[in-house]
């Protein structure tokens, strides 16, 4: 079984400052990495993903994650954030079993970009 | 390509009846999944159907199920429903096994009253 842990519930910036949005999991097995975020009244939108390869992961919209499996954390990052970013992102793990496409969700971080 | 489709986008529903909610995958699309959002449970998955067979099912009583058709379309059904079945009911397909990138509709939202 695997969890995530997102230990911001709501994160307050500035226009044009930079940002981190923290995600750490817990898994027995292997893991794929994931962010999505979620605008008012949508579903989810897939910003990046890590599968395998380079641990810097570029998405959409500017932002980046970087997977460090010694801390077994996969913090979201965007160096400078816009009124458009507002929304919830949520941090999300696969068990890397073939087959198995269940999603396991933190429990998502609200970003609130101060003009 | 259309993105996934969800219908109804809004319900509202007694205690005790019965829902089937309907999603629609990107053409191509052979896995479906559902997940249940919540203020206080957020994000659960509910159970993942590809080629008309369910895959995974998630910690959810009998009165949730679901199916999937030959064309890939998926619906969701709950029974004898409760207050706390009151969420939005987000589907999402992906392409095929070990794509693992989900494309997500924009719900159902469903109100138990």
């Known amino acids: 079984a695997q969890s995530v842990t997102q230990l911001d519930s709501q994160v307050p910036v500035f226009e044009e400052a930079p940002v981190e949005l923290r995600c750490n999991y817990s898994?027995?097995?292997?893991?794929?990495l994931f962010w999505y975020v979620q605008y008012p009244n949508q579903g989810l939108q897939l910003l990046l993903k890590?599968?395998?390869?380079?641990?810097l992961v570029k998405g959409i919209n500017g932002f980046e994650a970087e997977f460090n499996k010694s801390q077994t954390s996969f913090h979201l990052r965007k160096p400078s954030v816009h009124i458009s970013d507002t929304a919830e992102y949520f941090c999300?793990?696969?068990?890397?079993?073939?087959?198995?496409?269940?999603?396991?969700f933190g429990t998502g971080t609200r970003l609130t970009i101060i003009p | 390509k259309a993105g996934v489709t969800q219908t109804p986008r809004y319900l509202i529903k007694t205690r005790g009846q019965q829902v089937t909610l309907s999603c629609s995958p990107i053409?191509?699309?052979?896995?479906v999944s559902w997940y249940q959002q919540t203020p206080g449970q957020g994000l659960q998955f509910l159970f993942e159907?590809?080629?008309?067979?369910?895959?995974n099912k998630g910690n959810f009583p009998g009165r949730f199920s679901g199916r999937q058709f030959s064309n890939s379309r998926s619906e969701m059904n709950v029974s004898t429903l409760e207050l706390g079945d009151s969420a939005l009911y987000l589907c999402?397909?992906?392409?095929?096994?070990?794509?693992?990138?989900?494309?997500f509709g924009p719900g159902t939202r469903l109100t138990v009253t």
């Open positions: 999300a793990v696969i068990s890397a079993n073939f087959g198995n496409e269940k999603l396991t």
């Open positions: 053409s191509g699309h052979r896995s």
């Open positions: 898994s027995s097995v292997s893991v794929y």
């Open positions: 999402a397909s992906s392409a095929d096994r070990g794509t693992y990138e989900q494309y």
């Open positions: 159907y590809f080629s008309e067979t369910q895959r």
């Open positions: 890590y599968l395998s390869g380079s641990t």
